[in-house]
């Protein structure tokens, strides 16, 4: 190679040796240097390895090409081409092995002196190397040689050893090859086919040509201009590369008419293409006057039979150093590693790192490919993130039919889990929303409470103003009066949505103290009695609560002080009061004394104590608030809600606008859109139904449920939905449609026959035994047969030959429809065969061919859903 840029290799079987070849070969033996120094003479090729020089050999000149014997033994055996011609076996160590020591020093020459071009070792049989030569008038260009071959010349001709250097013995030439291919052409690259011992692709000067040595006398070969660098994929043997020029075309010899890919053109010429050996569908270009390699990844994507399609290519550039690249090699066993040289032979050891790929399962489980190695992301022990995540909430509350229970709407919030406080409040305000508005309408009560209800507190409140006036009250337990305000029926409906009072005439608190104590919150049902006004029931409950063993202690202490209320202003009772009620844990003790110590009409420290329930700070202002101060606070808290997205709003805005606004405060702050779909469509109006937030929400928690696989809960919801939003259902998009008429089977079972004919004279009557319809209801032409049983389609499974007595019965008395999911009609979208629905599942359990005889349709391979399970019965 001199007069050009060195060329570099690594040694097929010697993982830690290379070979740089320009004016000589120079071996260089590579060690790491990660927990040693650099040794005196070394090269350093990267952080973690360094290159020591073992030999030069310097007796080939005039070297062109350069290829490493592919067999283990000897291990150092060089073929070097040269500018005359000939092919000279050479080696850089000393191989005691006396079969081969006879091989060092041999020479291949060929009948007409001229320019070796390219070598190639035949990968199957080691002792076959092939030699393209430039073109002669009167000789073949490509040669293959025996390298054991015993054939020597008597005579050498004088032609023959133009440019030779020094004597060679006669014993070491051979004139003869072994095949003689290419006549009257050049040979400008080649390289062997690995799926047969005696394919050979070669570059010829306009041409790719496919040379099969069992006949010589033919090739297939196709015209192109891209011969160069010729190079099959290791991993996929019909694939080739070549180029020309500044463009790659890559070639399936199974198509070889024309490039099946043709990568983008460089602005320079190419020097070197070449497949990574370690690494499937991934190609290395070089380019002159460049310190930059491009590499292709060629990725197949899955299609359907039939389909033919690109491959897919990322494309990406590295840069080993600064400085212009001569050659490169990929390492042939370290995964993605390769070594580069520069013109004045400067060398680098490099590394291509893989992009790295991230996969995210909608069960939260996260898992990342980088090369050949797959990352599985595993949680720790302690760490309990994975359960605080809404995704995982909202898996489970879909296994435990969350939102479904439209009977009893408040226990929705006990298969939520019954942890949220926020979804507690929000399923008691919908169910009751729910019953009175089902009651209003069942007694046609006049008026419009209905949709008061509907439109929550804010709007009851508004529908008031100016009708309620206060009155004085007496304490129970107390020498003393408070104003309260006259409860009038919006007052009451507003009550009775907070939970204080039940429905009727009836504004006692007593039941509703009853199911605090019951569920152990004295503390709130202390406060709650405290506000209408009765402190001995208060201190009872307190006491009650510190005795019960389950209950804070320090109740007593509190029912004690609240035992020594006194209503002077300026007492000391009241000072320290005001001064400790801060200090304690628990909120509704505190709004208690902040109650007490209150000035008349100013009850700022119950009403903005933002721990205490928002029904009951609500509750609390309709019983002591007047309507223009009710109504401030209710616009001001309901704002409060919106814009923090708190669920217990809903009791404020209803589900109106305002309650869309709230939850989408909701949604963008925790992301649960299941809670948001099932919340909306809890009997909204029509208008509050199309708004596109709550479609939006609602779309997207059945993609969520269909990424789970839980297509049974999704199926679930949907039939919730359209119960409650009619106008959501779908139209039928899909008919069976008979082959004769075109009219649809199942459009014309469902209408009213014409002309007085009844079902029954088609063998569909009302008895459920004789459900069957095995003819078209329009033309009364016979529907198809199934594949499996024969008989025409429309005959319930039950009834067909081979179906038991018990399945007959189990499949009359759950339904009965005229079409069970076992009679569907069911067929093949490729090959149009089919039959029942239960047949064809049946028979693809064991089976991926069509069932119908001199079919070879692989029918079931070509559903990529039908091997899925549901996954609702899998527990994260």
């Known amino acids: ?86 092919v000279v076996l050479t080696s850089l160590g000393q191989d005691h092995n006396s079969k081969f020591r006879d091989l060092i020093g041999k020479e291949f020459v060929p009948k007409h002196a001229r320019q070796c071009n390219t070598l190639a070792w035949n990968p199957l049989d080691s002792n076959w190397l092939a030699a393209g030569l430039d073109k002669h008038r009167a000789d073949f260009s490509v040669l293959i040689w025996d390298i054991c071959s015993k054939y020597t010349p008597d005579i050498v ?62 090739k297939m070969f196709v015209n192109t201009k891209a011969v160069q660098g010729v190079t ?21 010899l199974r198509k070889f008419e024309k490039p099946v890919l043709t990568l983008t053109e460089q602005p320079k010429p190419l020097t070197k293409v070449a497949w990574c050996p370690t690494r499937t569908g991934l190609l290395a270009t070089l380019t002159r006057d460049s310190n930059i390699i491009r590499l292709y990844d060629m990725q197949h994507t899955p299609t359907p039979i039939g389909d033919e399609t690109e491959p897919t290519i990322i494309e990406r550039s590295v840069q080993p150093c600064d400085n212009y690249i001569a050659s490169f090699a990929w390492h042939p066993t370290s995964q993605n590693r390769m070594i580069v040289v520069t013109p004045n032979r400067t060398m680098s050891d ?30 720790e022990e302690n760490d309990n993130s994975l359960e605080k995540d809404i995704a995982t909430k909202m898996r489970l509350r879909a296994l435990s039919r969350y939102g479904l229970d439209t009977e009893q709407v408040w226990r929705n919030h006990i298969l939520a889990g019954n942890e949220d406080p926020q979804l507690k409040s929000l399923w008691y305000t919908l169910h009751y929303i729910l019953c009175q508005y089902t009651e209003d309408m069942d007694q046609k009560s006049p008026g419009n409470k209905g949709s008061l209800v509907y439109a929550g507190i804010k709007s009851i409140v508004k529908s008031s103003l100016g009708m309620v006036e206060s009155s004085r009250h007496n304490w129970s337990g107390l020498d003393k009066q408070s104003d ?91 000072e320290m009061c005001s001064t400790l009620r801060l200090q304690l844990n628990n909120p509704y003790l505190c709004v208690m004394f902040a109650f007490l110590t209150s000035e008349a009409g100013s009850y700022d420290g119950v009403l903005y104590e933002n721990k205490v329930a928002v029904r009951d700070r609500v509750a609390f202002a309709c019983k002591f608030l007047s309507d223009s101060q009710l109504n401030r606070y209710i616009e001001k808290l309901t704002n409060e809600m919106k814009d923090a997205g708190n669920l217990e709003g809903i009791l404020l805005t209803g589900l109106t606008k305002d309650g869309v606004d709230l939850m989408e405060s909701y949604v963008d702050r925790t992301g649960d859109v299941q809670t948001a779909s099932y919340c909306m469509l809890q009997g909204s109006p029509l208008d509050v139904l199309k708004d596109e937030r709550v479609q939006y929400w609602i779309e997207n928690y059945r993609n969520l449920l269909d990424a789970w696989r839980f297509w049974h809960k999704r199926a679930e919801f949907d039939i919730h939905r359209s119960k409650l939003d009619p106008s959501s259902k779908p139209l039928a998009q899909v008919f069976v449609s008979c082959n ?40 009364r032409k016979p529907l198809p047969r199934c594949a499996l049983c024969l008989i025409n389609m429309g005959t319930p499974v039950s009834s067909c030959p081979g179906g038991s007595k018990s399945d007959e019965k189990v499949d009359l008395s759950k339904d009965k429809k005229l079409a069970q999911f076992n009679n569907w009609f069911t067929w093949c979208h490729n090959c149009r065969h089919g039959g029942h629905a239960g047949h064809m599942l049946s028979w693809f359990r ?21 091997n899925l399970v549901p996954a609702e019965t899998v527990q994260p």
């Open 1 to 86: 190679m001199s007069g050009t840029k060195p060329d570099i290799l690594w040694a097929p079987h010697q993982v830690d040796r290379f070979v740089v070849c320009d004016s000589e070969l120079s071996l260089y033996h590579v060690e790491s240097t990660v927990n040693s120094e650099l040794k005196a003479g070394s090269l350093r090729l990267s952080e973690d390895s360094a290159a020591t020089l073992l030999s030069i050999n310097s007796e080939t000149p005039y070297m062109k090409c350069v290829a490493w014997y592919l067999s283990y033994d000897p291990e150092c055996l060089l073929a070097v081409g040269q500018a005359n011609g000939r």
């Open 157 to 218: 001709p004088m032609e023959k050893v133009r440019l030779s250097v020094g004597e060679t013995e006669t014993s070491l030439l051979v004139t003869k090859p072994l095949y003689e291919l290419g006549q009257n052409d050049a040979c400008l690259s080649l390289c062997w086919l690995p799926r047969d011992q005696k394919l050979l692709l070669a570059g010829m000067h306009r041409n790719l040509a496919i040379f099969d040595l069992r006949n010589t006398s033919q």
């Open 232 to 252: 099959v994929d290791p991993y996929f043997h019909d694939r080739v590369a070549s180029f020309y020029e500044g463009q790659v075309a890559i070639w399936d």
């Open 350 to 379: 490099f590394t291509v790192f893989e992009r790295i790929s991230l996969a995210w399962s909608p069960i939260t489980s996260l898992m990342w490919a980088c090369g050949r190695h797959l990352y599985e992301c595993a949680e």
């Open 484 to 574: 309260i305000q006259n409860l009038n029926e919006e007052r009451i409906l507003a009550l009775q949505l907070c939970g204080w009072i039940k429905k009727g005439t009836d504004v006692d608190v007593g039941p509703f103290l009853n199911s605090l104590v019951q569920e152990g919150e004295w503390e709130r049902a202390a406060a709650v009695a405290l506000f209408n006004l009765d402190i001995r029931r208060a201190i009872q409950i307190l006491n009650e609560g510190a005795s019960s063993g389950k209950g804070d202690l320090n109740l007593n202490v509190v029912a004690m002080a609240l035992s020594g209320y006194t209503d002077e202003k300026n007492s000391l009772w009241r």
């Open 740 to 779: 004769f008429c075109g009219k649809s089977i199942s459009y014309s079972c469902s209408t009213v026959p014409h002309q007085g004919r009844g079902f029954s004279q088609y063998g569909v009557s009302g008895s459920p035994t004789k459900s069957k319809v095995t003819s078209c209801p329009g033309c």
């Open 846 to 866: 064991d089976h991926t061919e069509c069932p119908v005889s001199a079919c070879t349709c692989k029918c079931m391979q070509l559903d990529t859903t039908g």
